[in-house]
Nanobody, 124 residues
Framework: QVQLVESGGGLVQAGGSLRLSCAAS????????MGWFRQAPGKERVFVTA????????TYADAVKGRFTISRDNTKNTVYLQMNSLKPDDTAVYYC?????????????????WGQGTQVTVSS
């Protein structure tokens, strides 16, 4: 079992920045691919970004590429999402998730454990 707790969400103006954190506990989180997903009101949960076990490889959705950066600190069992140049369309609940597979899947069904989510609201 892995427990995930997100933090760092909030209200920010368009063009601003936020950094989300996801702290993992339980089974060794460094064995897991970590991902971030988001769900806007009335919409499906969608992939944002993922990072491999070592932190040496990442992948991003086109909508956030160049603005968001995922990173991880395996000594702290924590993954981060630095979000810059935020837009109102980035407003959503952001979830971190883990999977025990090797690939940085973009399919939410491939992820085994999920956090409760943190709200990000970007005002225009």
């Amino acid at each position: 079992q892995v427990q995930l707790v997100e933090s760092g969400g909030g209200l920010v103006q368009a063009g601003g920045s936020l950094r989300l954190s996801c702290a993992a506990s339980g089974r060794t989180s460094s064995n897991y691919v970590m991902g971030w997903f988001r769900q806007a009101p009335g919409k499906e949960r969608v992939f944002v970004t993922a990072i491999n076990r070592s932190g040496g490889s990442t992948t991003y959705a086109d909508a956030v590429k160049g603005r968001f950066t995922i990173s991880r600190d395996n000594t702290k069992n924590t993954v981060y999402l630095q979000m810059n140049s935020l837009k109102p369309d980035d407003t959503a609940v952001y979830y971190c998730a883990t999977r025990s597979g090797i690939n940085m899947s973009r399919n939410l069904r491939d992820y085994d454990y999920w956090g409760q989510g943190t709200q990000v609201t970007v005002s225009s």
